[in-house]
């Protein structure tokens, strides 16, 4: 059983590498939705859980899920981390790891990708040569963590911390909760009130009043995802991501919930 958080794919690329034939996939962002977290996972020998770093952490809606899933597993199961990440990922997987403890599931281990940056307030999206590049690497990657998987591989095999990985969280992470403020969204004109954005929104946070979306709760997740696919481009966040290229992983298409939820 593999449970995954994704906003633009990145992650669920991720899944398909690891994921065996007929495993269970559970998204996060549905279940949260939906309000289930209860599962039943007593015949998994693996639970894996994929999802990206934000503000080198966690992110809002995979704490909050975290915090509420009640699992019925086997005493030996075998639990993993994959991480995604555009630069590092700083010490989410001990903030993630701490978190499982909290529910009495003990992590075994920790790995992490390098997949395209996406996070256009701050950074600008690779050209499209560029993102295969990263995303063929990050395949050669998965292989190789799919295998240490196979074969129950403890241990932090997180190769992606970057420098100091301690302050970065410190510092950064603490930013993230402030910076979730729904007041820096925008819809430009050229919006047809599609909804689309309506349903990406894992939090609930995105109404539509007439054809043009609101954001009825002051705070989200920040996944973006409401930014990326809108198809007209048409939602920015702030003036950071004014006239920036957007990015969507082709997994997406493959994605069950790719037009339900993030």
């Known amino acids: 059983m593999i449970f995954y958080f994704t906003a633009t794919g990145n992650s669920f690329f991720a899944v ?24 039943d996972a007593k015949h998994e020998q693996n639970i894996g859980f ?20 009640e699992i019925a597993m086997p005493y030996n199961a075998y639990v993993y981390l ?32 390098k997949t395209p940056e996406n996070y256009i307030p701050f950074f600008s999206v690779p050209n499209i040569e560029k993102q295969q590049q990263i995303l063929s690497r990050a395949a050669a990657s998965l292989i ?6 196979v074969h129950h591989a403890n241990g932090d095999h997180n190769r992606c911390k970057g420098p100091l990985p301690a302050l970065l969280t410190k510092f950064i992470y603490p930013r993230y909760d402030k910076t979730r403020n729904t007041k820096k969204f925008r819809v430009a004109d050229s919006c047809n009130g ?18 043009n979306p609101v954001w009825v709760k002051p705070q989200c997740s920040l996944c973006l995802a ?16 004014r006239n920036k290229t957007r990015y969507v992983n082709a997994a997406l298409s493959r994605e069950k919930y790719a037009l339900v939820t993030r």
């Open 226 to 241: 409401c930014v990326h696919r809108c198809p007209k481009h048409a939602i920015d966040f702030g003036s950071g991501t």
């Open 194 to 211: 599609c909804g689309l954005c309506v349903n990406f929104c894992p939090d609930k946070a995105i109404a539509l009043q007439g054809k």
């Open 82 to 113: 994959v991480l995604t990440c555009g630069g590092a990922t700083g010490q989410a997987g001990r903030l993630f790891k701490h978190a499982l403890a909290a529910k009495g599931i003990t992590l075994n281990a920790q790995f992490a990708v």
């Open 144 to 149: 190789v963590i799919q295998q240490k998987i």
């Open 50 to 69: 994929v999802f990206p770093v934000y503000f080198f952490g966690i992110p809002y809606i995979v704490a909050k899920f975290i915090h509420r899933i």
């Open 16 to 39: 398909e590498k690891l994921r065996s034939e007929n495993e269970t996939i559970v998204s996060i962002a549905k279940s949260y939705r939906d309000s289930h977290y209860t599962f």
